[in-house]
């Protein structure tokens, strides 16, 4: 069963009297452990397509099935939920609590999720640890570098253990040596089972992964995994 499968997906805006297709008839299946990169021109639907992958916006019309429950009609409490417990997100800008050490960020989602506090702190001490931040656990994000800010954040979305990591732009804040430890984590994590979708515009990041979607106009418009590639324009 795919972990992710859009059936005829819409996104519609209305702008004034005319009408924007920011997704346009998207149909697209994504099964466990794959590792996927979205790629497109600025405008071609990228964000708005992790938006509803990522349980954060809904569509226009069409159906989301994930791990194979259609969410398409949940409310938001619903999507929320599922949100939470499926899904973890990596951000380009990180979106870190300033005030907060790297181990009280990482802890956050289990205080959403009631865990207890020394369970939340040995807990993101571990995840912090699995990033090679074991000696950084009380830095604030302003004494840390770009590489090691996403690292936290890396550690953040994986703190309850989701079966998906979505990013965007993941690496669009870091310099080349920054982002090619970011992507081997993401492999890493790849090859732990988990499933990998990002938004990249950079060809040499969305090449580390196993297969490459490209965008334009809100439409799928080529699908290539290490295999072989698939033209749908
Ligand atoms: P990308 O991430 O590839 O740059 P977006 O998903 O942000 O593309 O946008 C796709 C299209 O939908 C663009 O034409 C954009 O202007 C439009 N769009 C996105 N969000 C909105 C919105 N909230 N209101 C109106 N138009 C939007
Ligand atoms: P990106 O850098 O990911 O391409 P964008 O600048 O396209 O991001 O869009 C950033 C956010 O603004 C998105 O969440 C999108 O939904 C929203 N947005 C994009 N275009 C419009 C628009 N024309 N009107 C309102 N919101 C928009």
Do not use: W
């Amino acid at each position: 069963m795919s972990v992710i499968e859009l059936k005829d997906i819409m996104k519609t805006y209305q702008m004034g009297d005319s009408v924007v297709h920011a997704l346009y008839h998207v149909n697209l299946k994504i099964e466990p452990g794959e590792f996927t990169s979205i790629m497109g021109p600025s405008g071609s639907g990228k964000s708005t397509m992790m938006n509803i992958l990522g349980c954060l916006d809904r569509p226009t019309s069409g159906e989301y099935f994930l791990d194979g429950k259609e969410i398409a009609g949940y409310d938001d409490d619903e999507l929320a939920h599922t949100r939470n417990a499926k899904i973890g997100f990596v951000f380009q800008n990180f979106n870190l609590l300033a005030k907060l050490t790297a181990q009280e960020n990482v802890a956050l989602p289990l205080v959403y999720a009631g865990v207890d506090e020394e369970e939340r702190m040995e807990r993101a001490k571990k995840a912090l640890e699995a990033v090679g931040l074991g000696e950084r656990l009380e830095h604030k994000p302003m004494e840390m570098s770009g590489g090691q800010r996403q690292r936290v954040a890396i550690a953040r979305a994986l703190i309850n253990n989701p079966a998906i990591i979505m990013a965007d732009e993941p690496t669009g804040n870091l310099d080349t040596k920054s982002s090619y430890e970011i992507m081997d984590i993401f492999k890493k994590m790849n090859e732990s089972g988990k499933t990998v979708v990002m938004v990249t515009h950079e060809p040499d990041i969305a090449e580390q992964t196993k297969r490459i979607l490209v965008m334009r106009d809100g439409q799928l418009v080529s699908d290539e995994r290490s295999g072989g590639k698939t033209d749908y324009a």
